[in-house]
């Protein structure tokens, strides 16, 4: 399972300057609003290092890291919900993603202009998250009809209404849809509106270099990621070992992209697992909670299907006991049946038939 993340913002907020960092590919970034035209798609490998203490011990053929898609959205402006700048088109880019991350403006270059002329990071992000609402109001306002009508014809589609009007109320008032206290069943009701505020969010300060790791307050509840898409863009141009200088350099422990793929991972309760061994070391991305077939389903439904057992052993002593044989000579490769909740850094292999 791939993670999709949609990076939104006010224009000249620094998003596709980050989303080219981030990503280390050719993007399109420019001093006025609306440079990115069409959603420009990166998928880029999750920092792990022990992926690469893994591959340390197993020597495999190659080595697949989990990955993040990250979609950068033109910019939004006040009016997008009704058509203003590019409006919808990039409202509907949204709707595919798993979670949205708002790039802020905190940085304060005076070449580069900001759309309502000062910066101020509580107004963009009310500005954002209005328009949002907004849109999630018409989406919710144009089922209804059809939802007041399935109600009536069948009992069980009283409760999509329900939900959908509690929702409505909810963002009348101002409140996203994932702050309303919706319970599993709500949720499950209301999925296929696909609500923009029912995903969850996280927020990029995008700092100026010397902020990069600034401890910042919280906005709309939420503390920050601060990143320097400038100081991004530098590392994306050195090589590991000159990157690793110029972060300690900088004060920084790990990249900007390392902080908001463990933000991202904690906020929609992800981690991970291994496989590794001669033909190939990867990691594997699951829900936290997650019991051994619904991960052995990530590689393939065959594995769920037939699955056996998992022989496991924690990252920590698979690396201490040199491997796959030092952990079994140790007793400390494991059987694990159906009801085994997987670990973060769980090193597996599974036993299945079909």
């Known amino acids: 399972m791939a993670l999709s993340i949609g990076i939104v913002g006010l224009p000249n907020v620094g998003k ?32 792990d290092a022990r992926l690469d203490a893994l591959a340390e011990l ?33 409202l509907a880019n949204i709707r595919e993603t798993d979670a949205i991350a708002e790039v802020v403006r905190f940085f304060g270059d005076p070449d580069v202009v900001h759309v309502a002329g000062a910066v101020d990071p509580a ?13 999630d109001i018409a989406t919710v306002e144009k089922a209804l009809p059809r939802l007041e009508k399935e109600a009536k014809r069948d009992k069980a589609a009283v409760k999509k209404l329900e939900a959908a009007q509690k929702v409505l109320a909810g963002l009348n008032e101002g409140h996203r849809a994932r702050t309303l206290g919706l319970d599993e069943e709500e949720m499950e009701a209301l999925y296929d509106l696909h609500l923009l505020t029912s995903k969850p969010m996280l927020y990029i300060a995008n700092v ?8 910042l307050p919280e906005i709309d509840g939420c503390k920050p990621v601060p990143i320097s898409a400038k100081v991004e863009a530098d590392l994306a141009e050195l090589d590991e070992a000159e990157a690793a200088e110029y972060l300690e350099a900088m004060g920084l422990e ?56 998992a022989e496991t052993a924690s990252f920590e002593d698979y690396v201490a006991l040199g491997g796959e044989k030092g952990c079994r000579d140790a007793g400390k490769l494991r059987q694990e049946g159906k009801d085994y909740v997987v670990q973060d850094g769980d090193v597996m292999h599974f036993k299945f038939n079909v």
Not at 73 to 88: D, H, K, P, R, Y
Not at 125 to 131: C, G, L, R
Not at 255 to 271: M, P
């Open 123 to 135: 107004s963009d992000v009310d500005t954002i998250k209005t328009e949002l609402i907004l849109a």
């Open 208 to 215: 100026d270099e010397d902020q990069a790791s600034a401890d």
């Open 58 to 90: 197993d020597h495999p053929a190659k080595v697949v890291p989990a990955t993040v898609e990250f979609v950068d959205i033109a910019g939004l402006v006040a009016g997008a919900s009704q058509g203003e700048g590019l409006g919808n088109q990039f």
């Open 254 to 309: 790990e990249s900007g992209l390392a902080r908001l793929v463990r933000e991202a991972y904690r906020l929609l309760g992800l981690q991970s697992y291994f496989t590794s061994g001669e033909t190939e070391t990867r990691a594997w991305t699951i829900p936290i909670g997650a019991k051994a077939p619904q991960a052995a389903g990530v590689i393939h439904t065959d594995f769920e299907r037939g699955f056996i057992k």
């Open 16 to 47: 596709s300057t980050l989303f080219t960092a981030l990503t280390n590919q050719g993007g399109l970034a420019a001093n006025y609003p609306f440079a990115t035209i069409e959603p420009n798609v990166g998928i880029v490998p999750v920092p």
